[in-house]
Structure formats: structure tokens, C-alpha cells
Nanobody, 123 residues
């Protein structure tokens, strides 16, 4: 297992930027594909981005493509989500998740989750 702790959320104006971090501890971080999901009030959990074990491949939801960038530093056991050009509809709790043997957008395939960090975009 890995334990995940997100940070970096907050309040930002539309058009602004935030960088989320997710620090992992426990098992070998580089064994896991990592992803970010988000959930807004009254809505279902939504895939945002995923990154492969080595960081050489990544994959985004259409709604964030070109604005968000996922990256990882295996030496620091950390995955990041750089969010630029934020929109009101990006407001949500953002969760990082880890999966062994899976890399994709299906949240049910991710076994490990952080507690979430709130991102609020204001007009």
C-alpha cells in the first residue's frame, strides 16, 4: 500500500493557476501509476489526468487538456498537477489516486486514495 497526502488547493480567480502536490509514502512509489480525480458537490467523481509509472506517458480528460499538466518525481515520491487558465467549472475537491497494474481513467481501478484538497475558482 501507499499512503497519499494532497496539498496545494485553495481559492483562485478564474484564469489563475494552482499547483497541487500529492506526496506518497509506503510501498515503492514507482510501482504505481498515478492519477488525479475531482468531485464537485452533487456530481460524480471525474477523471482529470493520469501518468504512467515512469512518467513517460500521460493522459488527460478533454475538459482539462491543454490547461492542466500532470507530472511526477519518483525520487521525491510526489505527483503534481499544474492547473492553468482555471475556470469556474474546475471548482471541486481534487483527489490523487494510485494503481498497480492499471493506467487509465476508471476510478474503480485505483486502490489507494488521498483525503482530497479543495480547489475553488471564483469569478
Amino acid at each position: 500500500q501507499v499512503q497519499l497526502v494532497e496539498s496545494g488547493g485553495g481559492l483562485v480567480q478564474a484564469g489563475g493557476s494552482l499547483r497541487l502536490s500529492c506526496a506518497a509514502s509506503g510501498r515503492t512509489f514507482s510501482d504505481y501509476a498515478m492519477a488525479w480525480f475531482r468531485q464537485a458537490p452533487g456530481k460524480e467523481r471525474e477523471f482529470v489526468a493520469a501518468i504512467g509509472w515512469s512518467g513517460g506517458s500521460s493522459y488527460y480528460a478533454e475538459s482539462v487538456k491543454g490547461r492542466f499538466t500532470i507530472s511526477r518525481e519518483n525520487a521525491k515520491n510526489t505527483v503534481y498537477l499544474q492547473m492553468n487558465s482555471l475556470k469556474l467549472e474546475d471548482t471541486a475537491v481534487y483527489y490523487c489516486a494510485a494503481a498497480k497494474g492499471y493506467y487509465g481513467s476508471n476510478w474503480r481501478r485505483y486502490a489507494e486514495w488521498g483525503q482530497g484538497t479543495q480547489v475553488t475558482v471564483s469569478s
